[in-house]
């Protein structure tokens, strides 16, 4: 994007939002940013926004000086753009599920325990797992979720209902891969922390990686779930 990156501005307006979209666009999330005028509080033209377009992130540029620009795809018109309001819910995939599938009860049950991260797709990653959290080794059934690595938004069914693409992970770091804060190295498998979190809450985060053997695993095994995917 054109202008001075993230933490170059005077006063910037909207630094942690930034990130936020540099940390989406990083794991592989659709990303889009509006453009606003102005550079900082006090110019005049600070809350004039484009009110037509959206750009569609494509891409992080991080230069060997620090600093990070994101290369825009295209422009997206307003009318183009799903509102976050439409943005599905659980409900609204149940009843999605149910109004497709009305005379196959069988694949209608599958496809709602997947969404709810229970039934045969739940049992079934946990194999994958030994019943364990991927990241900390966690084995307390109660604390962990069946989270699925592709968004169920933007997986078919089949993908929904395949336990390689899911990752079981205790509840609160699979809130921060639902809010991608965090994410995993297709190539090694490591979790990466975003920057917008604090450097103590990251720190706190890096600090709860499992021991080398639960580790050595997880890499394989992610690895395999986001080559599978890709």
């Given at each position: 994007?054109?202008?001075?990156?993230?933490?170059?501005?005077?006063?910037?307006?909207?630094?942690?939002?930034?990130?936020?979209?540099?940390?989406?666009?990083?794991?592989?999330?659709?990303?889009?940013?509006?453009?606003?005028?102005?550079?900082?509080?006090?110019?005049?033209?600070?809350?004039?926004?484009?009110?037509?377009?959206?750009?569609?992130?494509?891409?992080?540029?991080?230069?060997?000086?620090?600093?990070?620009?994101?290369?825009?795809?295209?422009?997206?018109?307003?009318?183009?753009?799903?509102?976050?309001?439409?943005?599905?819910?659980?409900?609204r995939d149940?009843?999605?599920?149910?109004?497709?599938?009305?005379?196959?009860?069988?694949?209608?049950?599958?496809?709602?325990?997947?969404?709810?991260?229970?039934?045969?797709?739940?049992?079934?990653?946990?194999?994958?797992?030994?019943?364990?959290?991927?990241?900390?080794?966690c084995t307390i059934g109660i604390l962990l979720i069946s989270s699925h690595m592709r968004a169920w938004w933007d997986s078919n069914d089949q993908q929904r209902l395949d336990p390689h693409n899911g990752l079981p992970l205790i509840a609160n770091l699979d809130r921060l891969f639902d809010e991608y804060l965090i994410t995993f190295d297709p190539d090694t498998g490591d979790m990466l922390v975003s920057d917008t979190l604090s450097k103590k809450t990251a720190c706190y985060w890096v600090c709860q990686l499992p021991c080398a053997r639960s580790q050595r695993r997880s890499k394989r095994c992610i690895c395999a779930t986001t080559l599978r995917n890709s």
């Amino acid at each position: 994007m054109d202008g001075p990156p993230p933490g170059k501005r005077n006063d910037p307006i909207g630094r942690a939002e930034r990130k936020r979209s540099i940390a989406r666009l990083e794991a592989g999330r659709p990303t889009y940013a509006v453009m606003r005028h102005g550079n900082d509080r006090r110019d005049p033209k600070a809350k004039l926004y484009d009110r037509e377009h959206l750009r569609k992130l494509n891409s992080v540029d991080r230069r060997p000086n620090g600093d990070v620009y994101v290369k825009v795809e295209r422009l997206v018109t307003v009318e183009e753009f799903p509102a976050r309001s439409a943005k599905p819910t659980l409900a609204r995939d149940i009843a999605d599920i149910e109004a497709r599938y009305p005379d196959k009860p069988t694949t209608r049950q599958a496809l709602v325990q997947a969404r709810m991260g229970q039934g045969q797709y739940r049992a079934e990653l946990l194999g994958l797992w030994e019943g364990a959290c991927a990241v900390t080794g966690c084995t307390i059934g109660i604390l962990l979720i069946s989270s699925h690595m592709r968004a169920w938004w933007d997986s078919n069914d089949q993908q929904r209902l395949d336990p390689h693409n899911g990752l079981p992970l205790i509840a609160n770091l699979d809130r921060l891969f639902d809010e991608y804060l965090i994410t995993f190295d297709p190539d090694t498998g490591d979790m990466l922390v975003s920057d917008t979190l604090s450097k103590k809450t990251a720190c706190y985060w890096v600090c709860q990686l499992p021991c080398a053997r639960s580790q050595r695993r997880s890499k394989r095994c992610i690895c395999a779930t986001t080559l599978r995917n890709s």
